[in-house]
T-cell receptor, first 115, second 115 residues
Framework: GAVVSQHPSRVICKSGTSVKIECRSL??????MFWYRQFPKQSLMLMAT?????????EQGVEKDKFLINHASLTLSTLTVTSAHPEDSSFYIC???????????FGPGTRLLVL | AQTVTQSQPEMSVQEAETVTLSCTYD???????LFWYKQPPSRQMILVIR??????QNATENRFSVNFQKAAKSFSLKISDSQLGDTAMYFC????????????FGAGTTVTVRA
């Protein structure tokens, strides 16, 4: 149980285009999901908290207009990187909270490369 | 935010041997959860073990066990009978429930198991 999927696993796009990443909890409902960014050999950096049915809460320094988050259902959250630039290239990871266990379970991550 | 410190950037262990990873944290809370996550080269974050602060008994999961010292704010992970598949980056994390499901992560410890 507690499986989280993420799609796509890898995406290459041109500078200036937008990219959408989906995060799904497959066997449980998640009112809360998180989006992280991770650079090689570093820890996870929290970008935002995604709450079903309400606006996302962004961490300090994260541009909410650039990283659009939508949590339209109890099993799906999406992260859209708008007008992507090479500096947005990174590994993006989502997680979903299994409420009863109060534990975050992670998706496999998305590697974004902006050319 | 809570501070989580992992003082060992890298560790190496011979297959079948035991290795212990250290983690300390700083909090004024009495009720909280602590986690160890594993991130192998695939970069999938995997939950290894979870400990509730109110429980005095140390959590164990097969070859993985923790030494939770609440007064000392220490939460070390012991990997027994190390296997090649244990090669990964290990992150210690702190959560303050209820309702706040954010994780504060340590910087991580890279464990390499040698054949």
């Amino acid at each position: 149980g507690a499986v989280v999927s993420q799609h796509p696993s890898r995406v290459i796009c041109k500078s200036g285009t937008s990219v959408k990443i989906e995060c799904r909890s497959l066997d449980f409902q998640a009112t809360t999901m998180f989006w992280y960014r991770q650079f090689p050999k570093q820890s996870l950096m929290l970008m935002a908290t995604s709450n079903e049915g309400s606006k996302a809460t962004y961490e300090q320094g994260v541009e909410k207009d650039k990283f659009l988050i939508n949590h339209a259902s109890l099993t799906l959250s999406t992260l859209t990187v708008t007008s992507a630039h090479p500096e947005d290239s990174s590994f993006y990871i989502c997680s979903a909270v299994a409420g009863v266990q109060e534990t975050q379970y992670f998706g496999p991550g998305t590697r974004l490369l902006v050319l | 935010a809570q501070t989580v410190t992992q003082s060992q950037p890298e560790m190496s262990v011979q297959e079948a041997e035991t290795v212990t990873l250290s983690c300390t944290y700083d909090t004024s809370e009495n009720n909280y959860y602590l986690f160890w996550y594993k991130q192998p080269p695939s970069r999938q974050m995997i939950l290894v073990i979870r400990q509730e602060a109110y429980k005095q008994q140390n959590a164990t999961e097969n070859r993985f066990s923790v030494n939770f010292q609440k007064a000392a704010k220490s939460f070390s992970l012991k990997i027994s009978d190390s296997q090649l598949g244990d090669t990964a980056m290990y992150f210690c994390a702190f959560m303050k429930p209820p309702g706040d499901y954010k994780l504060s992560f340590g910087a991580g410890t890279t464990v390499t198991v040698r054949a």
